[in-house]
């Protein structure tokens, strides 16, 4: 059974030859701690990436007290090869996934698609409890329905879900803040989307922010890019010259992240990588602490004069 308690590495006084560590800082109202770093696990669900990839970068995460990972049904193969990589190392890690879809012979969003749900990730991730499970990213429309959420409800009551959430933005969320089940939170917040933030979220709620480095469009668009990222990229071209090149050691990453993680209610922020060395960048980022106030100021200011709708 997973206890989810802090690693007694968090507490150790840093040496100086000892690279940092994930801080961690009480969940919301929860009652556990989380690390401020979590590691998104979309990326690890790619058909494309070996085996020993993944292996690699749970481990580093792991051994940087990076024990937050969030995936969903819609990653890939993630949320199976993280039921294998973690096997034997799931004490001390929270697991996060997501519900509402992808349950063969349920149809998406009905209690009966959550219920199976539950069991299928219980079974995928071989764990026997969810620590968090969020209905990604639904309209209102579904959390109006009753039997969705008693069957969340009914899985928290039954032990299978720890901490049940709600994952998205815009509408959405608005009526997910109105739902009591719904104890955790997962909101883009970065340079170019503080919409959730800003509206603010109930009090004791834990709060995740995701797209914390908004995609990486700042280092270029790649093929074929989505919506979303090209909309982040618009946003992003339209910040300062001082916030799209910043005198950071690691640049704009280091920006975004210092400013998603020490934003006031965030708890944890999810970083997707495939690259230990990225990990290890943003755990030097984070123990560089807050961003100077001047920085902070600007970057709220930027996406304050243009208002910029919450990207799910
Ligand atoms: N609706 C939803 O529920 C929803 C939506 C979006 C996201 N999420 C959650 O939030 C997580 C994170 O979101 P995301 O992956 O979309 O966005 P993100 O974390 O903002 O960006 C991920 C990208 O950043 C790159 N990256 C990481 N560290 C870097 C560094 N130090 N320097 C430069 N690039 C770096 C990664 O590439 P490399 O692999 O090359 O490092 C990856 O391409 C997801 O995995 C998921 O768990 C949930």
Not at 14 to 25: E, F, G, K, L
Request: hydrophobic share 40%.
């Amino acid at each position: 059974m997973n206890d989810a308690r802090p690693p007694e590495a968090s507490s150790a006084p840093a040496r100086p030859d000892t690279p940092p560590a994930a801080p961690r800082r009480p969940f919301g109202a929860h009652g556990f701690d989380a690390p401020a770093l979590g590691l998104g696990a979309g990326p690890l669900g790619a058909a494309s990436l070996e085996e020993d990839a993944v292996d690699r970068v749970l481990g580093s995460a792991l051994e940087r007290g990076v024990t937050l990972i969030d995936t969903a049904p819609s990653y890939g193969r993630s949320e199976e090869r993280l039921g294998r990589h973690l096997e034997g190392r799931r004490e001390g890690v929270l697991l996060s996934t997501k519900l509402g879809y992808g349950v063969e012979g349920a149809p998406d969003w009905t209690g009966e698609c959550i219920r199976r749900g539950v069991h299928q990730a219980l079974r995928r991730l071989r764990t026997e409890r969810l620590d968090l499970a969020f209905l990604h990213s639904c309209p209102p429309e579904t959390l109006a329905r009753e039997d969705v959420l008693a069957a969340l409800r009914d899985a928290v009551e039954a032990g299978d879900v720890r901490g049940a959430g709600y994952s998205g933005d815009g509408p959405g969320l608005r009526a997910a803040k109105r739902e009591p089940l719904f104890g955790a939170f997962q909101v883009s917040h970065n340079l170019v989307d503080q919409e959730a933030l800003e509206e603010g979220l109930p009090a004791g709620a834990g709060v995740l922010a995701k797209r914390p480095l908004l995609n990486a469009v700042f280092a270029g668009l790649g093929d074929a890019p989505s919506p979303d990222r090209l909309e982040l990229r618009q946003r992003f071209e339209r910040l300062p010259p001082a916030l799209r090149a910043p005198a950071l050691p690691g640049g704009v990453a280091e920006l975004a992240l210092r400013f998603a993680a020490f934003a006031p209610g965030v708890h944890t922020t999810l970083v997707g990588t495939t690259r230990p060395a990225h990990l290890e960048a943003n755990l030097d980022a984070l123990a560089r602490g807050p961003l100077p106030a001047s920085l902070r100021e600007a970057i709220r200011g930027a996406w304050a004069a243009h208002r910029w709708p919450g990207l799910v």
